[in-house]
């Protein structure tokens, strides 16, 4: 677009100057042209004299005396008027007297000629004194006989005198040269001359002018006598064809022109535009890659970029640096409680607490939901560090405003240094990450540095985790469901099993299940094992019709919607249908996240399934509270079992009893080991019993191998133990 009005700007360019160029040769023509016309102007006036003053009659009439006037007037004088436009005729006797004359077509005195002396007398003498024809002119015309003519001054006005004289043609009548009768010419610049000459040769305008006249872009040429003297200035238009042409075109030349002109402006600007919002968007795009948006402090990305720039100083410089690595503890919880927008309002909050507390060149981040990480650079030292560890602690214990309500968390801080644990950033983060979740397992709201040995439990952690996996992904050979048998105090009947995980690791044989289930819920693997678990337990279940089947659920697995799904599904395969399904959930489980884990024992019931709270009386909530929730069983914990030993501990199971079977709940009591225990269970009304003194966890083979024994002696084992 550009480039088109370049073009255009340079065609207009040409054009001005082709029409400029055009007008100078113009200008040129028409002098040369000026110059022609003069001096045709003054060969036009000698040939018309040639036409009478070439003639032998004349040269008879007028040696004459008396002249015949009436013959002059005719083919000398008045005749001129009329054929030539010629002004004035004087005729000069060979003594150079004025012998007739004629002004403005009438005949005069002679002596009119005084008034032309001035002029005619200079050309008179030049004219004797040649004696030989000479042409005046230039004209390609020869002239029939010699003469003279000039410009000068007559009567005040500016005239053409043309002197002739008056000789034989058929040279016949011998004349000495120099004593002719001379035949003298008058022609006045006026309107009417220059009109004539204007019209004859294409010069507009043309008049005369005592002065050069430049205004109103005339041209003019100056008109001198042979003297050299100026007797004035012809006058005329000059014919500019280029300036005519630029005339025609520049209006529509200069609309072309605005138009492309404001169409490149607006294009330009366009443009521009375009590439500003580009740039802006481009920054926007940078600052938000490298950015988080909620609390205006660098994301994952750039905090990873300036570790590895601080650290390449550290490495040159060999100074000190700190990475903390902080966690927000129950931080979940008020985003859960009070709303997501308070959540973010906190996590706000925290950011601007957190650059508070460190120095301007220390660099603040947010890595995750609720993890911040710091760089510290060239710290004095440890304590140095672990002040500012402190301050943060201590910063975030302080309770935060969120819209009107107070919101208490705290900070868990890992530490790594460098270069003392290392010097690179993948190393160091992994650091100082193994130490916050090290702060975290020591009951939160600490700091703790990293020190080798976390290191040690962190890769037997990982081992674990790989182990699981592959575990998990080879389940029916590495993992076994085993089933403790559940009898009834009633009866003495097996009324129920419980689900309880077994592990054979290919190297360390038989890994108990509390391990197991720990390490999937921190590896994320819980809700596979949890699958796994639920549908083995279901298949396994389908041998026992009369069988009600309890599976350990953790609560991760309740906090995900997905569960509760998982359930419908296995209910739905009808492998078991709901009455015959317990979910075991702990009660410190139920504590930790009671209304996720509320809502789902509600969906659970809703389908018909029952829920027991396992070791009860470990945790600290109270029966009352319990009632909140969708329970319909208490599982007396193994420890409260094993201290009926105790009157005080017998006193505080019966309580447990007497409480729950006030609230509706039914009652199993866990590890029952001794007749003893079995006996007071039953005599405070327990109504069911778990433990080594009936069965211990056995392959589901062996349940059904059970059943079938009971069926047989009426009552099995169970009920012999009972003392049914
Ligand atoms: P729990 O649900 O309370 O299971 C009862 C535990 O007590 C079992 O240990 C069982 O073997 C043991 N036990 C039963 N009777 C007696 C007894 O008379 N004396 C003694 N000393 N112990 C007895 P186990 O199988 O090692 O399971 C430990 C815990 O692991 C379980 O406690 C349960 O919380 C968890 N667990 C087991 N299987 C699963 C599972 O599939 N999923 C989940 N989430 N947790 C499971
Ligand atoms: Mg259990
Ligand atoms: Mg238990």
Request: hydrophobic share 45%.
């Amino acid at each position: 677009m550009l480039a088109a009005f370049c073009l255009l700007v340079l065609i207009l360019g040409l054009l001005f100057w082709s029409g400029k160029e055009a007008d100078r040769i113009a200008r040129h023509r028409d002098r040369a042209l000026v110059a022609l016309v003069l001096s045709q102007m003054v060969d036009r006036v000698g040939h018309a004299q040639e036409s009478s003053t070439v003639w032998d009659d004349a040269v008879l009439q007028v040696r004459r005396r008396p002249l015949d006037m009436g013959w002059i007037d005719q083919n000398l004088g008045i005749w001129f008027q009329n054929y030539a436009g010629i002004d004035e005729i004087y005729i000069l006797d060979p003594q150079n007297r004025p012998v007739y004359a004629m002004r403005d077509g009438r005949r005069a005195k002679p002596e009119a000629f005084i008034a032309v002396e001035g002029v005619a007398d200079r050309l008179v003498a030049a004219l004797r004194k040649s004696g030989k024809p000479v042409g005046r002119g230039q004209s390609d015309v020869a002239m029939l006989s010699a003469g003279r003519a000039d410009f000068g001054i007559v009567r005040g006005r500016p005239a053409l005198v043309s002197v002739k004289p008056i000789v034989s043609d058929s040279g016949r009548i011998p004349q000495k040269p120099g004593t002719e009768a001379l035949h003298v010419a008058v022609e006045y610049l006026d309107a009417e001359f220059f009109g004539r000459i204007g019209s004859q040769f294409g010069l507009a305008d043309a008049h005369y002018a005592i002065a050069p006249d430049t205004l109103r872009g005339q041209r003019s040429v100056g008109m001198q006598d042979h003297q050299g003297h100026t007797i004035g200035y012809l006058h005329w238009r000059p014919f500019a064809p280029g300036s005519q042409v630029i005339a025609a075109l520049a209006p529509v030349l200069l609309v072309v022109l605005l138009l492309t002109g404001a169409l490149v402006y607006l294009l330009a600007s366009r443009l521009a535009r375009r590439t500003h919002d580009l740039e802006d968007s481009r920054r926007h795009a940078q600052h938000r890659a490298t950015h988080d948006e909620l609390t205006g402090l660098g994301n994952r990305s750039m905090f990873e970029q300036r570790l590895d720039e601080a650290l390449a100083r550290a490495r040159r410089h060999k100074t000190l640096l700190a990475l903390l690595y902080i966690d927000l503890d129950r931080f979940k919880q008020v985003n859960d409680t009070l709303g997501h927008p308070a959540g973010d309002a906190l996590i706000r909050q925290v950011a601007r607490r957190l650059l508070a507390e460190v120095r301007i060149y220390d660099f603040v981040a947010r890595v995750g939901g609720d993890e911040f990480a710091i760089i510290v650079g060239e710290p004095e030292n440890r304590h140095a560090v672990e002040r500012i560890c402190a301050r943060i602690v201590a910063e975030v214990e302080r309770p935060f405003d969120l819209a009107g309500s107070q919101a208490f968390i705290g900070a868990s801080i890992g530490v790594a240094l460098a270069p003392l644990h290392g010097l690179d950033r993948t190393e160091l983060t992994r650091k100082a990450d193994i130490a916050l979740y090290r702060a975290k397992t020591e009951g939160r709201s600490r700091y703790r540095f990293f020190t080798p040995d976390l290191d040690v439990d962190v890769q037997a952690r990982e081992e674990t985790y790989r182990d699981l996996r592959q575990a998990l992904a080879d389940c029916d050979r590495q993992l076994a469901l085993h089933y403790q048998p559940i009898y009834t105090l009633e009866t003495g009947h097996m009324v129920g099993v419980e689900a309880l995980l077994r592990w054979y690791h290919p190297e360390h044989g038989l890994m108990p299940p509390a391990d197991l289930v720990r390490s999937a819920e921190e590896s994320g693997l819980i809700e596979v094992l949890g699958d796994w678990v639920l549908h083995r337990a279901v298949q396994d279940a389908r041998a026992w019709p009369t069988l009600r089947v309890a599976v350990n659920v953790s609560p991760l697995q309740l906090r995900s919607r997905k569960f509760v799904d998982t359930v419908r599904q296995v209910l739905a395969s009808g492998a078991i249908t709901a009455d015959r399904l317990e979910v075991e959930l702990t009660e410190t489980a139920l504590m930790a996240a009671p209304d996720e884990v509320g809502h789902c024992l509600a969906a659970l019931r809703g389908l018909g399934v029952a829920c027991a709270l396992d070791d009860f009386g470990t945790g600290y909530s109270s029966l009352s509270h319990i009632r909140d929730f969708a329970v319909d069983r208490v599982k007396i914990d193994r420890s409260f079992v094993n201290a009926i030993d105790t009157k005080a501990g017998a006193a505080l199971v019966e309580a447990i009893v007497n409480l729950a079977r006030a609230n509706g709940l039914r009652l199993t009591a866990e590890g029952v080991e001794k007749p003893e225990q079995q006996a007071f269970l039953r005599r405070v009304g327990c109504h069911e019993v778990q433990g080594f003194l009936l069965s211990k966890p056995i392959p589901a083979d062996s349940i059904t191998q059970l059943l079938q024994d009971d069926v047989d002696h009426d009552a099995g084992p169970g009920a012999a133990a009972l003392g049914l």
